[in-house]
């Protein structure tokens, strides 16, 4: 009997079990329908079911249904996982050495092209030639990252100096509509403010976030089990968000956003890379208008766009905000020292003089810098500063004893007394 191949005979059980006529099952299975009369009489004697079918390996199931099948193994045919092994910790060997260091044991043996004919065969029916393919549905996985390419597109007003801008992207994995925003840097804070801004945008909250393994999401990179820094923790428990990082060096985990992140590189910076920005939400303004056209672009090889699929697909399925938005913030303990200002990032904030040597506690969102006296009652609230054109140090004179203020007031003053 003519052996079928070990797909067929599953999906052949499958169908079966669902009900399907012997004359369906040879349609969906792609044979005629007295193969399928004699496979799955040979299944039925034999006890193998869809479930069981499902839980054997090719080899295994092969030589159950076809137990004339069963060859001896040929001692010049090479161990073909062992020569796998071989090609996978050492990067530098290939075939072609393989084969021959395989013939100075066996000069009778397979010829170069069989060798690599067998070769391909046992990565094929080891599942070792094949990709997984992920089965995307709508609102369930938002994948992100950051571009690897930069642009030194904003410019300080004061100095006139060009900062170089880092492109955080989501992409929503179904219809693949993206989510793009400029940061000066790629630190902690930024990435997990994108990542709050990109669930905004959206309008609603995937299932599960794919991060790569960056230190600002993932805190130990283990290959299958890697712990997610507390503070993008903190961010999906308050979003009742899974957070399952793409596994290093795996870029198929996560092949929508690297897909769309060369198509943004392109398109996107390609028309933001000769123009001049004097602030970052001035570039974001215009990213937000330059994706809104991008994603009305129509798909090359299918109907719709990645806006029609969005808003008739994805954006349906995603689940709700929370009703309030989640505020990052760093908290570190300081001391205040003899000149009643506390230091964050490189810029020194003021606080009460009162609380000259005490310890508090500051808080630093992406927008604010707020400082917690040891009652955890706020003692002071000053707008982050980023730019060193206005000075390192931000004081704000209620926090001044009097003498102080009086001499701060008077070096504020520029005009003409009378």
Not at 128 to 144: C, D, F, I, T, Y
Not at 334 to 346: K, T
Request: aromatic share 12%; hydrophobic share 35%.
């Amino acid at each position: 009997m003519e052996r079928v191949s070990i797909v067929k005979i599953v999906k052949m059980l499958k169908l079966a079990e669902q009900g399907f006529s012997h004359r369906q099952i040879a349609a969906g299975a792609g044979c005629g329908k007295t193969t399928v009369s004699k496979v799955l009489k040979l299944c039925k004697d034999k006890g193998i079911t869809f479930e069981a079918a499902s839980s054997m390996t090719g080899e295994t199931l092969q030589k159950t249904i076809y137990p004339e099948s069963i060859k001896k193994p040929n001692p010049s045919e090479p161990d073909w996982r062992t020569v796998h092994e071989e090609l996978v910790k050492h990067k530098h060997l290939n075939l072609q050495y393989l084969w021959e260091e395989y013939r100075q044991n066996f000069p009778e043996g397979l010829s170069y092209s069989r060798f690599c004919v067998h070769y391909r065969k046992y990565r094929e029916s080891s599942g070792r030639q094949v990709s997984l393919h992920n089965e995307r549905k709508a609102g369930e996985l938002m994948e992100v990252d950051w571009m690897g390419a930069t642009l030194p597109c904003v410019f300080d007003g004061n100095t006139g100096e060009p900062v170089i801008a880092h492109f955080f992207v989501a992409i929503l994995g179904y219809s693949g509509y993206p989510y793009v925003e400029a940061f000066p840097n790629e630190q902690e804070i930024n990435w997990i403010t994108a990542n709050i801004n990109a669930l905004h945008y959206y309008g609603g909250v995937p299932r599960v976030i794919i991060p790569d393994n960056l230190k600002t999401a993932v805190k130990t990179p283990k290959y299958y089990e890697p712990v997610i820094n507390s503070a993008y923790w903190e961010m999906a428990q308050h979003y009742e968000v899974a957070i399952i990082p793409a596994r290093s060096h795996k870029p198929k985990d996560k092949p929508v956003v690297e897909q769309t992140v060369g198509w943004l590189e392109t398109w996107l910076l390609g028309k933001l890379r000769n123009q001049k920005f004097f602030s970052f939400a001035e570039l974001n303004k215009s990213i937000r208008k330059q994706l809104r056209e991008l994603s009305l672009r129509p798909f090359q090889k299918r109907e719709g766009s990645r806006q029609s699929d969005f808003d008739g697909i994805d954006k349906p399925a995603l689940r709700p905000l929370p009703v309030q938005r989640y505020e990052i913030a760093d908290v570190v303990f300081r001391r205040v020292g003899d000149n009643y200002h506390v230091e964050y990032a490189g810029f020194y904030y003021s606080v009460p003089y009162t609380l000259h040597t005490e310890q508090i506690v500051l808080r630093a969102t992406s927008t604010v810098i707020e400082v917690l006296d040891k009652n955890r009652n706020r003692a002071a609230s000053h707008k982050r500063r980023f730019a060193a054109s206005g000075g390192r140090y931000v004081t704000l004179p209620e926090h001044m004893p009097q003498h102080h203020a009086v001499v701060y007031v008077s070096r504020q003053f520029d005009g003409v007394r009378y």
